[in-house]
């Protein structure tokens, strides 16, 4: 089978990028929160604020940070959530307000991020991959990353935005991934049955 000129073995190749990107990141949360069924919801979460938000990143941010920073707002309010359920089960003065974990260690989640973009790039057409490499992961001032691909700065933000149109249907598509089963074999009762879309996401 093909699709857009995209042979069979290609397609599962970024299906498998796809699966291990998802499985980094919630690893990474689990090993942070302690229970994977909390780190799948917080994983959600993140996914939910990029793609509802990506849009409106300014086209000097970048991406790396701005993610990163996400992924940071998206723990904090997770264990704020957590401790004021603690202190309600536990009866409110009987405990200290717990601040523990508040804190994210951000070269972690910096690292996590890089990662998970490190690897989805290269399964974006080249020319866009390129661009969000130097724009957005090594953050390459834009005049020059202008002069050396011989196009103007205009030229440049036209294609950075489709590039990053072309990351953000990529996202959708990780989101929609269970880190635990991959696409196919999710089971009803799986934490991620009822995060997922009805439809699946369309052929790459
Ligand atoms: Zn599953």
Known sequence: MSC???????????WAVMVEVQQDLLRMLTRRIGS?????DVLH??????LSHLDDVRDTDKLRGWMRRVLESTLIDHFRDQSKRR???????????QTEGLEPNLDDLDHAVCVCLYKLLPTLKSEYADVLWRADLVGEPREKIASELGVS???LRVRLHRARQALKQRLQEVCQICPIHGYMDCSDDCLMADKKPAEPPSEL
């Open 153 to 155: 700065e205009s030229n």
């Open 36 to 40: 994977q069924d909390e780190a799948v």
């Open 87 to 97: 202190r309600a089960e536990a009866g409110y003065h009987l405990i200290e307000p």
């Open 4 to 14: 857009g000129g995209k042979d069979q073995s290609e397609i599962d190749a970024v």
């Open 45 to 50: 979460d993140f996914y939910v604020k990029v």
